[in-house]
């Protein structure tokens, strides 16, 4: 039960956001409550233990890491350990009736043998460098920005100081994009895989929802990598509800809200059922 009638904040939802502003509002040491429906906290990064009789925590949902800056790790002394994955994809494709696949990892070597293998010619595996080198350096530019005050539209475009990057990640459909830069259409699959992911959107799209889902997952810590955490997503949860809880936060399972009523400004009663 929570111990106070009243706080600074409640938050609604115990997933790695709600624990993130838990934490610093904790720290910066206003009264903070967490109310979680289910019986833990983690949301959608939790792991779970899928083989009887063997000890290996794996993520259920959410299991890569890449947008997690470094800076709100080291603030909240988060104690978990990610790992570089040796592979990032593996697409099967039939090609003039026999079977074959692109592979993406073991190093350039093998991804460009890959596409050597899969189109026959050297360009796609070029054209694939010369794009990542673009998103690469927008990457850059970009990923401070998640921890700063937003900029404006303008302050960005000359921070990335690159109008052709500008133009086919923030003006045009990225599909138009990814057409001009390759040819294979098995390739444009792949790269467009991280446009559309989790979206109702297409490549070519105008409301640009798509452009939105490439760059956050192109961007990650300034390279666009994404790692695996060891003992799952789970482990990654548990460094988080330990920080908001040493901050003197405070953390209710099994408390469901039903009703928030605020006066839109400073006041909110908070209903919640157990
Ligand atoms: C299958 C899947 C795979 C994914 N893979 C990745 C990945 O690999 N990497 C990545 O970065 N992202 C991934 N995502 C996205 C990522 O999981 C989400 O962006 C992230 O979990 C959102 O965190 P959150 O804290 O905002 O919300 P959630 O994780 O959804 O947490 C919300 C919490 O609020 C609680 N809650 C809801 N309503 C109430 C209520 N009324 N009262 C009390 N508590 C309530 C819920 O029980 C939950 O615990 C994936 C998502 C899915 C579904």
């Not at 998103?135 to 005050?149: K, M, N, Q, S």
Request: hydrophobic fraction near 40%; proline fraction near 4%.
């Amino acid at each position: 039960m929570p111990a106070r009638e009243r706080y600074d904040a409640v938050i609604v939802g115990g997933g790695h956001n709600g624990l993130v502003a838990a934490a610093y509002l904790a720290r910066a040491g206003r009264t903070v409550l967490v109310l979680e429906r289910l019986g833990s906290t983690g949301g959608a990064a939790v792991s779970t233990r899928p083989f009887a009789g063997v000890d290996a925590r794996l993520s259920r949902y959410s299991y890569l890491v890449s947008l997690l800056p470094q800076k709100i790790v080291q603030e909240l002394g988060l104690n978990f350990t990610l790992r570089k994955r040796t592979v990032s994809s593996y697409t099967p494709a039939h090609r003039e009736g026999r079977p074959t696949g692109l592979f993406v990892g073991g190093g350039p070597d093998r991804t460009r043998e890959s596409f050597e293998r899969l189109t026959g010619g050297t360009a796609e595996y070029t054209a694939w460098e010369a794009f990542y080198g673009m998103t690469g350096h927008v990457a850059e530019r970009v990923f401070p920005t998640l921890t700063e005050p937003l900029p404006t539209r303008d302050e960005l475009r000359r921070r990335i100081d690159d109008d052709a990057a500008w133009r086919m990640l923030f003006e045009e459909p990225v599909g138009a994009a990814i057409e001009a830069h390759f040819s294979d259409d098995l390739v444009r699959g792949v790269v467009l895989t991280d446009a559309l992911i989790g979206t109702f959107a297409e490549a070519h799209d105008p409301s640009l929802k798509q452009n939105r889902c490439f760059l956050y997952h192109v961007i990650g810590n300034g390279t666009g990598d994404w790692d695996v955490p060891v003992g799952g997503m789970g482990a990654f949860t548990e460094a988080l509800t330990a920080a908001a809880l040493s901050a003197g936060a405070e953390i209710a399972t099994s408390h469901e809200v039903t009703r928030v009523e605020s006066d839109g400004r400073q006041h909110a009663d908070v209903t919640y059922r157990t």
